[in-house]
């Protein structure tokens, strides 16, 4: 966490505040930003994770950091649906088991609706959309295997409002949170449980750096950007037993930006 992140948060770090002890998570888009600081949040609260991405140095440079031990790093396009077979293959090889899953690549872009080009609507789709699909198919015999487990699905702000200039984003967005819910209603006989995080302006790597270097944020009611440490102790807290009697549910963590007019 850089230091300006730190000191927007009064010097807020990684939490550990729930137990992850004994569970398997399979983690995508995990090279970097928010999903790398979600993968050391669950190896610090005892979890091991299977960390996926397309960006090959950065994740294997990650997982050494996590110890083998902890994580290891397998490379996964997570529109190719024999890409999730050998992810999930190699989680259980790995580590015996899978119990939970997060969807947390994705990619982002801001075009107005009328300069959008069906391609690039059909591109956001499968990866923010159709890649979570599949992984929920994939990692399902997996889940049922291991007595049940947990989904998380990492959606946006975008998917709980319209927002100018994204169009592709916010339908993708918003599909995802369409299919958390319906997923977790077909999975809950499975002891399965599905939930989404709808994180706002979060400080990663994703955003520009004119947007990570601004320091007046009025339209935010607490503020300040977020921080990736705290989507991750969300995500942690919906992978653990903590969580046991929550599914089909949203959750923000955005500063109060979809509570309403401030």
Known sequence: M?????????????????SLDGKVVLLTGAARGQGAEEARQFAASGARVLLTDVREEEGRALAAELGREHAVFVTHDVTDADDWAKAVEQ??????????LVNNAGVWRATPV????????????????VGPFLG??????????AGGGSVVN???????????????????KFG???????????????????????????????????TRAATQWPHIPLGRMGTAAEVGEIVAFLLSDASAYVTGAEFT??????????
């Open 114 to 129: 009328g300069e959008e080009t069906r391609a690039g609507f059909e591109a956001m789709l499968k990866v923010n959309l």
């Open 136 to 145: 929920l198919q994939a990692a399902l015999p997996a889940l049922r295997d």
């Open 154 to 172: 990492i959606s946006s702000i975008a998917g709980l409002t319209g927002i100018r200039g994204h169009a592709a984003y916010g339908s993708s």
């Open 176 to 210: 995802l949170r369409g299919l958390t819910r319906c997923a977790a209603l077909d999975l809950a006989a499975d002891r399965i449980r599905v939930n989404s995080v709808h994180p706002g302006v979060i400080d990663t790597p994703m955003l520009p750096e004119a």
């Open 91 to 100: 989680a259980v090889t790995a580590f015996g088991r899978l119990d939970g």
């Open 2 to 18: 850089s230091g300006r992140t730190g000191e927007r948060t009064s010097g807020r770090t990684s939490g550990t505040a729930v």
């Open 253 to 262: 963590v955005d500063g109060g930006s979809t509570a309403g007019r401030s």
